[in-house]
């Protein structure tokens, strides 16, 4: 028995920035649920786009470009755009370097359209075997750029911020502040951060990295710093949004006053060993006591904090649940 339902589009969004030799194989590969596919060259030095024009023969693909490189999250926010402005209901991101499958998209997009989450991205450490697959370097650095990234999104239960392999419900992405994204390689982590703002809930998707012939145009050695101020500020703005703007709980005294004690046992601490440094006298045992008990109050409220964030992670999806189905990502037969 077959189903009068209308199938949900599904578009996809390809940056491309020196992909020329693989985009045509990344195309070839899209899966037949795909309804649109949208290339964006970002002012590509190879005029990927004018090749996809001239030997893509898709009718699903769309062609646009950027005059000016904006970055691969430049070139996304302008995907979105489109394919948004196209009606899709759901927005998929692959990069045109060919180290994503194309195989994978159902698996990404199954979870939005079950109304189960409002945005789903690729973990590439969730197989502990497959890691070898991988650059040491990367390791190393995507270890510690999820840590950060734990702290400045809220998504504590999220590893692997930079990975780029998304997908988006529309009435999400129509909700975030395309023009104020990140515009370079940071705009992964950017996205998580502005959706804890908006309470959405993430998934995680186990993939496989792949690494063949393709050149990354991201070097985690050159970012790492770059990434953690810019966590840093992510960090102290979701906190002020989300404990303090928005909503005030237990939770924001428990910080409040955990920061005050900290900062001022450090503070009567620092002053007492100064003066003992001045002055030659050791210090007493009763003033050690009194710099260190607040101290150790100050981070036990702290401590409760960090408790409730990590409790708080969003599990209710934001889009409407309704408004497509699961079972809608194929035809039933």
């Known amino acids: 028995m077959s189903t009068m339902e209308q199938p949900p589009h599904i578009a996809v969004v390809i940056p491309c920035y020196r992909a020329k030799a693989q985009v045509s194989a990344v195309i070839a590969a899209m899966p037949r649920e795909v309804t649109s596919i949208y290339v964006v060259d970002d002012a590509c030095p190879e005029q990927t786009g004018r090749f996809v024009q001239q030997s893509c023969s898709d009718p699903r693909v769309h062609v646009h470009f950027n005059a000016k490189n904006l970055g691969v999250g430049g070139a996304v926010m302008r995907g979105y755009a489109e394919a948004m402005a196209g009606g899709a209901d759901v927005i998929v991101k692959i990069d045109g370097d060919g180290q994503m499958d194309p195989a994978l998209l159902p698996v990404f997009v199954e979870p939005i359209l079950r109304g189960q989450a409002d945005y789903t991205k690729g973990n590439r450490f969730f197989d502990l075997e497959n890691i070898d697959r991988m650059p040491i370097v990367r390791i190393i650095g995507n270890a510690a750029l999820s840590l950060f990234s734990k702290l400045s999104t809220g998504y504590w239960d999220i590893f692997d911020p930079t990975n780029g392999y998304t997908a988006i419900h ?150 409407r649940r309704d408004t497509l189905q699961g079972s809608r990502l194929t035809a039933n037969t």
């Open 170 to 319: 529309s009435d999400v992405a129509r909700r975030l502040p395309l023009e104020r994204i990140s515009q370079r390689y940071f705009f992964e982590s950017d996205i998580l951060f502005r959706l804890n703002t908006l309470r959405a809930v993430v998934f995680d998707i186990p993939m496989d990295a792949r690494y063949e012939d393709e050149i990354s145009n991201l070097k985690v050695g050159q970012v790492l710093f770059d990434f953690a101020a810019k966590h840093a500020r992510n960090f102290f703005k979701r906190i002020f949004y989300n404990f303090f703007l928005r909503d005030m709980s237990l939770a924001s005294l428990e910080l409040v006053a955990g920061s005050a004690l900290m900062i001022a046992g450090l503070a009567y601490g620092t002053a007492s060993w100064f003066q003992s440094a001045h002055t030659g006298d050791p210090t007493p045992a009763g003033t050690v006591m009194l710099a260190a008990l607040p101290m150790l109050v100050g981070l036990q409220f702290i401590l409760a904090f960090l408790s409730y964030d990590i409790a708080s992670v969003p599990r209710r999806p934001i889009h």
